[in-house]
Protein backbone atom coordinates (compact mmCIF):
# COMPACT_ATOMS: atom_id res chain seq x y z
CA UNK A 1 0.00 0.00 0.00
CA UNK A 2 1.07 3.42 -1.35
CA UNK A 3 1.02 5.89 1.61
CA UNK A 4 1.28 9.36 2.06
CA UNK A 5 5.08 9.60 3.42
CA UNK A 6 5.91 7.92 -0.24
CA UNK A 7 4.09 10.63 -1.87
CA UNK A 8 5.82 13.80 -0.16
CA UNK A 9 8.98 11.89 -1.18
CA UNK A 10 8.35 11.74 -4.70
CA UNK A 11 7.33 15.66 -4.38
CA UNK A 12 10.58 16.76 -2.97
CA UNK A 13 12.49 14.41 -5.52
CA UNK A 14 10.91 16.20 -8.67
CA UNK A 15 11.47 19.29 -7.44
CA UNK A 16 7.64 20.88 -7.69
CA UNK A 17 7.97 24.11 -5.47
CA UNK A 18 5.78 22.59 -2.43
CA UNK A 19 7.33 22.40 0.90
CA UNK A 20 6.29 19.01 2.97
CA UNK A 21 5.29 20.99 5.30
CA UNK A 22 2.90 22.72 3.02
CA UNK A 23 1.59 19.77 1.96
CA UNK A 24 -1.95 18.97 2.52
CA UNK A 25 -3.36 15.71 0.59
CA UNK A 26 -7.32 17.42 0.99
CA UNK A 27 -6.52 20.63 -0.93
CA UNK A 28 -6.90 20.77 -4.66
CA UNK A 29 -3.33 20.30 -6.64
CA UNK A 30 -3.47 23.78 -7.54
CA UNK A 31 -4.30 25.61 -3.98
CA UNK A 32 -0.85 23.66 -3.84
CA UNK A 33 0.76 25.25 -6.85
CA UNK A 34 0.69 22.71 -8.89
CA UNK A 35 0.01 23.47 -12.40
CA UNK A 36 -1.46 21.33 -15.14
CA UNK A 37 2.15 19.92 -16.32
CA UNK A 38 3.59 19.66 -12.45
CA UNK A 39 0.52 17.71 -11.80
CA UNK A 40 1.20 15.80 -14.97
CA UNK A 41 4.52 15.11 -14.39
CA UNK A 42 4.12 14.17 -10.56
CA UNK A 43 1.14 11.61 -11.83
CA UNK A 44 3.74 10.27 -14.50
CA UNK A 45 6.35 9.58 -11.88
CA UNK A 46 4.19 7.91 -9.73
CA UNK A 47 3.34 5.37 -12.24
CA UNK A 48 6.91 4.95 -13.28
CA UNK A 49 8.04 4.52 -9.25
CA UNK A 50 4.55 2.25 -8.20
CA UNK A 51 4.43 0.78 -12.22
CA UNK A 52 1.07 1.37 -12.16
CA UNK A 53 -1.27 3.29 -14.70
CA UNK A 54 -3.56 5.20 -14.62
CA UNK A 55 -6.10 5.36 -16.97
CA UNK A 56 -7.38 8.41 -18.66
CA UNK A 57 -10.48 8.75 -16.61
CA UNK A 58 -8.83 8.07 -13.59
CA UNK A 59 -6.71 10.83 -14.42
CA UNK A 60 -9.10 13.50 -15.29
CA UNK A 61 -10.97 12.69 -11.95
CA UNK A 62 -7.57 13.21 -9.51
CA UNK A 63 -8.07 16.95 -7.75
CA UNK A 64 -5.96 15.85 -4.87
CA UNK A 65 -3.11 14.41 -3.14
CA UNK A 66 -5.66 12.51 -1.75
CA UNK A 67 -7.46 11.61 -4.73
CA UNK A 68 -4.16 10.24 -6.13
CA UNK A 69 -3.48 8.26 -3.52
CA UNK A 70 -6.64 6.35 -3.64
CA UNK A 71 -6.64 5.99 -7.26
CA UNK A 72 -2.73 4.45 -6.80
CA UNK A 73 -4.21 2.17 -3.91
CA UNK A 74 -7.08 0.42 -6.19
CA UNK A 75 -4.85 0.24 -9.06
CA UNK A 76 -3.38 -3.56 -9.49
CA UNK A 77 0.27 -3.26 -10.64
CA UNK A 78 0.96 -3.67 -14.26
Known amino acids: MIDKDQIIKIIEDID ?3 KADDID ?3 PLKELGLDSLDAFN ?18 EKIVSLNDLLKSLNNIESV
Not at 42 to 59: M, P, Q
Request: glycine content about 0%; proline content about 0%; hydrophobic content about 40%.
Open 42 to 59: LISEVETIFDKKISDDTF
Open 16 to 18: IDV
Open 25 to 27: FNK
